[in-house]
């Protein structure tokens, strides 16, 4: 993902943190104009009045704009850093996405280096050992795993679950976003249908040709 790319997407992913927290803002000074004194349609006169006031001053923010050109280019400006601190600040408040986002070069590199637990079968052999009698394991478990033991502790000791992803990856290894394992809710991780053959492959495996060399 190039830079150009990330800006917008984090634009793109800020403008919609946005919309909605302002939509949220907008229901709940609604819904404060509900009267708890009264009942019936009385009690709800507050909430209506609200309703209207929002309406007109979208209503009148509209010729005012169409008078003001200028007006949507400084809100413009306005829409874009404040969707921009938005993104950055749920990135942030993310403790596993923000790392990701960070280090994306350093993984475009880390996926070029030598597999944290030596070939792609071994490090298959590794998760599956790590998996137990679950169906999945965590990123964030297996790098805690790769950064202890002393083989792959020095490798992996400045990786970020960005660069163990990379790693996977780089191996035919998929990483899903949201996988749900034991230690925590869903999360980047490693299925384990992913890393053991479907009897399917293994009969055509098992019956497939042997050829002389």
């Known amino acids: 993902m190039t830079r150009l790319s990330r800006a917008a997407d984090r634009l793109a992913t800020g403008s919609n943190l946005l919309t909605r927290r302002l939509l949220a803002r907008a229901a709940a000074w609604c819904a404060r104009g509900r009267r708890t004194d009264l009942t019936g349609w009385k009690a709800i006169l507050g909430i209506i009045l609200r309703v209207l006031l929002l309406a007109l001053g979208a209503y009148l923010a509209a010729p005012i704009v169409r008078a003001l050109p200028w007006l949507l280019w400084l809100l413009t400006g306005w ?15 993310s403790p596993e996405e923000a790392p990701e986002e960070a280090s994306e070069e350093a993984s475009e590199e880390a996926s070029e280096e030598v597999p944290a637990d030596g070939d792609g079968e071994t490090l298959r052999a590794f998760l599956l050992e790590l998996m137990g009698t679950g169906s999945a394991v965590h990123l964030r478990t297996v790098l805690d795993h790769l950064q202890k033991r002393p083989p792959t502790a020095a490798l992996t000791a400045r990786w970020t679950i960005a660069d163990l992803r ?17 230690g925590g809710g869903p999360t980047r991780g490693v299925r384990r249908v992913d890393l053991t053959p479907s009897p399917t492959d293994a009969q055509e495996t098992s019956t497939a040709p042997s050829t002389a060399a």
């Open 166 to 182: 990379s790693c996977l990856e780089a191996h035919g290894i998929p990483v899903h976003p949201k996988v749900k394992a034991a």
């Open 79 to 93: 829409w874009l850093c404040a969707a921009w601190r938005a993104a950055r600040k749920a990135a942030a408040d």
